[in-house]
């Protein structure tokens, strides 16, 4: 009933930038939160950026300054803009959304690559 699809994954270098998209599906009734997670290989999934329906944002002391969320509520859609991309942000990323009744709905999850 309810999906999350993210796209925007791919190989990029050190240095260069991409944009992730995510967009919801079905009954979301009343979403409150739309973020990202992140897990790399031999670690624990970490939040990288949420925003929630007032606007207000979040981010990972790693990815500050560089990474932007946003959301478009029309489109029922959360994007994440990643740039200066190091080695270190390689992980499959995961759309998150969040409604006021404590329901929380996961993508399947983009590959991010980054090469040195």
């Known amino acids: 009933q309810v999906q999350l699809v993210e796209s925007g994954g791919g190989l990029v270098q050190a240095g260069g930038s991409l944009r992730l998209s995510c967009a919801a599906s079905?009954?979301?009734?009343?979403?409150?939160?739309m973020g990202w997670y992140r897990q790399a290989i031999g670690k624990q999934r970490e939040l990288v950026a949420v925003i929630t329906s007032d606007g207000s944002t979040n981010y990972a002391d790693s990815v500050k300054g560089r990474f932007t969320i946003s959301r478009d509520n029309a489109k029922n859609t959360v994007y994440l803009q990643m740039d200066s991309l190091t080695p270190e942000d390689t992980a499959v990323y995961c759309c998150?959304?969040?409604?006021?009744?404590?329901?929380?709905?996961w993508g399947k999850g983009t590959l991010v690559t980054v090469s040195s």
């Open positions: 079905g009954s979301l009734l009343r979403i409150n939160t």
């Open positions: 998150n959304v969040a409604n006021y009744y404590g329901i929380a709905f």
